[in-house]
């Protein structure tokens, strides 16, 4: 199915207010009003020092709310839980959190919740990577179980453009959306063992994937040679800077993921991905639109949940 023009939708999207359950922009304002200033401040110290930071944080956050919802259970370390499984043994950046969580302990005890924590500081890294500000409703409180077999559910990056969206719809993300928060790879890191197969033996052939660019071929094939456990870049112009330099990208056959490339071709998301080639600026609104709605999926609020002392670990009963 073809995609309409977005600009016609656009400013419908983006001015309409939206109430996600009991989340609500500034929700510790007088509870913990120096909170958003504590990790906006944690964060950028770091982002200082790495700014990879970024990268982690949204996978991080992404993993955190296509699991359970976004209730923080990525963060605990028991021995089952989903920060040791399958995609998320990658993940990083955990210790940013507990550092922002040890602070806000120290400030407003039981106060902030971590899921709280992880969306804000998600946004504060954005933002220093010359991503979008937005507004981040928050209230959202800590989950009670965690679900390791659900990581396994997450969608990989050989997946079809159709699972890919359907994935996104199951939590009412829409086309918009799904390609929006996909542009994050704009900052994105991929280690060589997601795509070597598009390098040398495409589905069996013994031949690079044909729709990838020889160019980028030889170059990853160089990058993935000269290191153990090699990665690179998602966006191979400007891999630390939060644009809409990915779509340009992977319209000329540039991305490194299968998934990424496919959707500059696939009908039903092509002209979403040439939309936001053409527009910075839309790209960067329509990511922080989709930010906020899939960072109210699945919330715990009000007196559901937790409010975890440490990020961590479950409180004592």
Not at 217 to 226: G, K, M, R
């Amino acid at each position: 199915m073809k995609i309409a023009n977005f600009s016609t939708l656009f400013s419908i999207l983006f001015i309409v207010p939206v109430t996600f359950a009991q989340l609500k922009v500034g929700f510790y304002n007088n509870s913990c009003p120096t909170a958003e200033t504590i990790v906006r401040n944690l964060v950028t110290d770091e982002f200082e020092s790495d700014p990879t930071i970024t990268a982690a944080l949204l996978r991080m956050h992404f993993h955190d709310c296509f699991v359970g919802g976004c209730d923080g259970s990525i963060l605990l370390n028991s021995t089952d839980s989903e920060r040791f499984v399958g995609p998320n043994l990658s993940v990083r950046g955990f210790e940013l959190i507990d550092e922002i969580k040890t602070e806000l302990e120290a400030q407003c005890p039981s106060n902030v919740s971590c899921a709280d924590i992880m969306a804000l500081a998600t946004r504060d890294s954005v933002v220093l990577a010359g991503g979008p500000n937005y507004n981040i409703p928050t209230g959202r409180r800590d989950g009670l179980t965690t679900n390791a077999n659900g990581v396994f559910d997450l969608i990989g990056p050989t997946a079809s453009v159709a699972a890919f969206l359907s994935f996104f719809g199951d939590k009412m993300l829409n086309t918009f959306d799904a390609v929006a928060l996909l542009g994050a790879h704009t900052v994105g890191v991929g280690s060589c063992n997601l795509f070597e197969d598009r390098l040398s033996n495409f589905n069996g052939t013994g031949l690079p994937d044909p729709s990838m660019d020889s160019n980028l071929v030889a170059n990853l094939t160089s990058i993935c040679a000269a290191s153990e456990n090699p990665s690179t870049g998602l966006d191979r112009s400007t891999p630390l800077t939060f644009d809409n330099a990915f779509f340009g990208e992977i319209r000329a056959r540039r991305g490194v993921l299968q998934l990424d490339q496919r959707l500059a071709t696939d009908e039903a998301t092509s002209s979403v991905v040439a939309q936001y080639a053409a527009d910075n600026d839309l790209f960067k609104r329509q990511f922080a639109i989709a930010m906020v709605k899939m960072g109210a999926v699945g919330v715990l609020t009000g007196e559901n949940g937790d409010i975890r002392k440490n990020c961590w670990a479950f409180n004592d009963i």
